[in-house]
């Protein structure tokens, strides 16, 4: 009787704010399910036993002080790269790439810290690129390369429409992987991975123009002037020629007219001469030619 | 006894609204919000001056408003939860409730008078924070096109409108949270429990989305189960659904139907939360 | 003049025959104490009712219940058993606060307001209506004697004038039921005196007054009934003039008599089958002292401000 009193009553208004709590997540399904599929589907799904994956998940709980976070262990391993630390630098990207994959930059500058930096940091531990044999220090860069490639490939998974990660895939393997080959053979391989990598680049959207130039000349370069020839007369007829150029059709996300910049860059008439460049070595007469 | 008749006042709870805010205006409690904005502004000169490297200009934007946005996250929700809850108990510690509610004043008109007061200082907060971050913004991102006109071309350039919808569905949140922390607070006998349970709250709130996952994957093995954990996944609203700001300064943008979606829900949840608060403020003796 | 035994039947209307503005009727309160669900009994079957135009005197020591009851007539509390009315419409409804001034016991105001911006809020709460609202303020602050301190801050006011200002906060919206619950803890005598006067120029407007106080002097004065409460249950309710006033006994002040005539005095009752049952020097109160001094020291003592 003494109890009686005053327990029910809170239980009462315990159980009623539960139901109530309960009733509004039922009836507000239609409206938060969606939103959280849309919110799921913008991330990559975790790969099992994979603890980067799982922490990044785990970090979701921070809410929009995740990227602050991640900002914070990147600045860090910015200090260490400044240092020139190495193991310390690796692991600070790849911590700040864990618990916030969504920043490109993360992956795009630690690719390049491990690929490119790093390896001349190695060389001169070991005594300078002057005392150091060529054939290891080939080695070196070979490896150094290869552990930024496996981690734009890792960033592949969260960007997989990103240009700026297979151009910066491109890169090594043209300025790191192919001074570094073993032979001529080699290093043609890696001009034409290079090239390869620039043409999957420009099928993104939002690519830059200048990926399939890049192609192009890379391909040049390896001798393979017709795949040079045939990716640059695939790609001149959608370049803006001049602002309000209504044949543009480039970017498949925001479609306003070309502006001064995109002409700009664009470079038409450099593409154009290229292309007729291309058709003397290939030994196409004149007027039996590409006609724009 | 109709034309004694006191309905509910939108006057009256704008009024105790209007004194709650003033409380705090009076507490100098927007003090510190001079030190957060040196820190942020210093936080800009940093980011200057740090080397990002040869296209610096949009990892330089992309960290002046992570920590913009995180300042305004972390110090938000603490400032909601605790602001809301010393409001709230002031006027019971004090007594003043006792006078307050002595005249032709409803709970409701409390209750909401309350939250809207600590609402709009949180909001005033957010709104300051906001308005410094995006002139921050605005004015580096101007700086950096004249260095280089083509430092955008691929994205990074952060929007005026995104950032005002990203702040905007972090005040809605703290709305929320504020409406949750006005609950404990009614049936709670001390500030501290009040704030402690504010934060705990806040927590699970965050971890809904883990809730969610754990109830799809329990389901398959036993119904019952499944449906108890569903409940329970249900009964506080996810959190996550107002941290758009991934999209911020890519291609894609924000998605300004999602936000509406995602506001519709927090002004609900701040509705229902507000009428538990009342439901169980409603007997409570002053 | 009611007992308590007979206080347990729903009060009868008071003699006067007035309508009530305050009904209780079987108020029994319980306060949960302590973890094991042991309870106190604050009040205790409280049946009483306050005529309306009267000035009514809740008395009882420290503890007795007093503002217990006073809270649950408000709708601060709710009664564990029991109704109560005022003017008719129960306690728990919001509309029986409509025209109630409540000066709560040991007041406590937003201390960052300042009084003449606190008295405002609470008049706009009120719904005093804009146009009046000013003059309103002015008026109330003026009654209570803080126009001079009405800029600054009450959470500089010292204790007297916090109750000072809870009155102006009680009165601001004209109240047809004013209750106060002790008015002159912690204030002067000369303002104890102008809170007397205030209750019954109060009660002179056709209001209805319910206080409690434990100066017995100051309800003496005022009340027209007192109830008395002992732990809770009321023990003794009725009029003043007939509880106080005793038929048997007169008091007779002289000027001071020789031993002589004094005797003599003695012999001439005697005569008449009376006796002089003592002979006490009358002294002067010490508040009429106090009063007397502060009024010759100056007229400027009213206003509490600096
Ligand atoms: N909220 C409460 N919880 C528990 N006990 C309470 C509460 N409020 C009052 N009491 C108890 O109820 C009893 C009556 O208290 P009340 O304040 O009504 O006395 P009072 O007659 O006003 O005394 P005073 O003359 O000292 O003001 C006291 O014993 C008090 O301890
Ligand atoms: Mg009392």
Redesign the pocket.
């Known amino acids: 009787m003494k109890f009686s009193l005053t327990l029910p009553r809170s239980f009462r208004t315990g159980t009623v704010v539960v139901a109530v709590l309960a009733a509004t997540g039922w009836a507000l399904r239609p409206l938060a399910e969606p939103i959280r599929e849309e919110l799921r589907s913008a991330e990559p799904a975790p790969r099992l036993g994979s603890l980067s994956d799982a922490l990044g998940q785990g970090m979701n709980v921070l809410g929009g002080l995740r990227a602050m976070l991640a900002d914070f262990i990147y600045l860090k391993a910015c200090l260490d790269w400044e240092d020139t630390r190495l193991d310390q630098t690796i692991a600070g990207l790849r911590l700040a790439t864990a618990v916030d994959p969504s920043s490109l930059y993360f992956w795009l500058n630690g690719a390049s810290m491990m690929a490119l930096d790093m390896s001349n940091w190695r060389v001169d531990a070991e005594g300078g690129a002057y005392k150091v044999p060529k054939a290891r220090q080939r080695q070196i860069d070979r490896e150094q390369a290869a552990l930024g490639l496996a981690f734009l490939e890792e960033a592949r998974r969260f960007h997989p429409r990103a240009p700026t990660i297979y151009e910066k895939m491109a890169f090594i393997h043209h300025i790191r992987l192919r001074p570094a080959a073993e032979d001529e053979a080699g290093a043609n391989a890696e001009l034409l991975r290079a090239a390869e990598l620039y043409h999957l680049a420009s099928t993104q959207p939002g690519a830059p123009f200048y990926d399939v130039r890049l192609q192009a000349s890379l391909l040049k370069e390896a001798g393979h002037f017709r795949e040079a020839y045939d990716a640059l007369v695939k790609i001149y007829p959608t370049l803006p020629k001049a602002p309000d150029d209504p044949g543009y059709a480039r970017r498949p996300i925001k479609n306003p007219p070309p502006s001064e910049n995109e002409v700009m860059a664009a470079q038409a008439g450099d593409v154009f001469g290229r292309i007729r460049d291309l058709e003397k070595q290939l030994g196409i007469a004149p007027g039996q030619g590409f006609q724009p | 006894m109709n034309s004694m008749a006191v309905p509910f006042s939108f006057a009256r709870t704008s009024l105790i609204a209007g004194n709650t805010f003033l409380e705090a205006v009076r507490q100098r409690l927007f003090l510190f919000l001079v030190l957060l904005a040196v820190a942020l502004v210093a936080g800009a000169r940093f980011f200057h001056e740090f080397d990002f490297g040869p296209d610096g200009g949009v990892p330089e934007l992309k960290f002046l408003f992570d920590f913009g946005l995180g300042a305004l996250i972390f110090f938000g929700s603490t400032l909601t939860i605790t602001a809301t809850a010393q409001l709230f108990f002031s006027e019971i510690e004090n007594r003043t409730a006792l006078t307050l509610l002595a005249k032709p004043v409803w709970r409701a008109e409390f209750v909401f008078g309350k939250f809207l007061g600590a609402w709009a200082v949180v909001g005033v907060f957010c709104a300051l924070l906001t308005g410094l971050l995006a002139v921050l913004l605005w004015f580096r991102t101007g700086a950096i096109l004249a260095a280089n006109p083509g430092a955008f071309l691929h994205g990074g350039r952060i929007g005026l409108g995104d950032i005002a919808i990203v702040c905007g569905l972090q005040w809605l949140k703290f709305g929320v949270l504020a409406m949750m922390t006005l609950l404990v607070s009614s049936f709670s006998g001390t500030n501290l429990f009040s704030v402690v349970m504010g934060f705990f709250v806040l927590v699970i709130c965050h971890l809904q989305a883990f809730a969610h996952q754990a109830y799809t994957r329990v389901e398959a093995s036993s119904v019952a189960l499944g449906l108890m954990i569903e409940t329970l996944a249900r009964v506080f609203p996810d959190f996550q659904f107002f941290n758009l700001a991934d999209k911020v300064g890519t291609e894609a943008g924000l998605d300004a139907g999602l936000a509406l979606r995602v506001a519709a829900y927090a002004l609900a949840y701040i509705l229902v939360f507000g009428f538990l608060a009342v439901f169980s403020f409603r007997r409570r ?1 002053i | 003049m009611t007992t308590a035994a007979e206080a347990s039947v729903p009060a009868a209307a008071p003699s006067s025959g007035a309508p009530v503005a305050i009904d209780l009727c079987g108020v029994t309160k319980d ?3 302590g973890l094991r669900g042991l309870k ?1 009994r ?2 205790d079957n409280l049946s009483l009712a306050v005529p309306a135009g009267q000035v009514f005197g809740l008395l ?10 006073i ?1 649950i007539v408000l709708g601060l509390l709710e009664p564990t058993a029991g109704t109560c009315r005022v003017v008719g419409v129960p306690s728990a409804q919001v509309e029986s606060r409509r025209n109630v001034g409540y000066l709560p ?1 040991a007041p406590y105001f937003y201390r960052y307001l300042s009084g003449a911006e606190l008295v405002r809020f609470y008049a706009r709460v009120c719904g005093v209506p804009r146009q009046r609202l000013d003059a309103r303020v002015r008026e109330v602050l003026d009654w209570v004697g803080l126009t001079g301190a009405a800029a600054r801050r009450v959470g500089t006011y010292s204790k007297g004038m916090l109750q000072r200002v809870g009155l102006a906060q009680a009165l601001v919206h004209d109240p047809r039921l004013v209750i106060l ?2 008015p002159t803890a912690g204030v002067d005598p000369a303002g104890s005196a102008e809170i007397s006067s205030m209750i019954l120029r109060l009660k002179s407007e056709g209001r209805t007054v319910l206080i ?1 106080s ?1 100066l017995l002097a100051q309800i003496e004065d005022v009340c027209d009934r007192i109830a008395i ?1 002992d732990r ?1 249950r009321l023990i003794l309710e009725g009029a003043v003039a007939e509880l106080v006033g005793r038929r048997d006994r007169q008091a007779l002040i002289v000027e001071a008599l020789p031993p002589g005539e004094l005797a003599e005095l003695r012999v001439w009752l005697a005569a008449r089958g009376r006796a002089l049952e003592s002979v006490e020097q009358p002294r002067a109160r010490l508040d009429e002292i106090f009063l007397r001094e502060v009024a010759r020291a100056g007229d400027g003592r009213k206003e509490a401000g600096p």
């Open positions: 003796e | 306060f949960p104490v106190l604050a009040v009882g020591p420290n503890g007795s219940g007093k503002s217990t009851t809270k016991e619950d002790e409690t434990h409460l809770g």
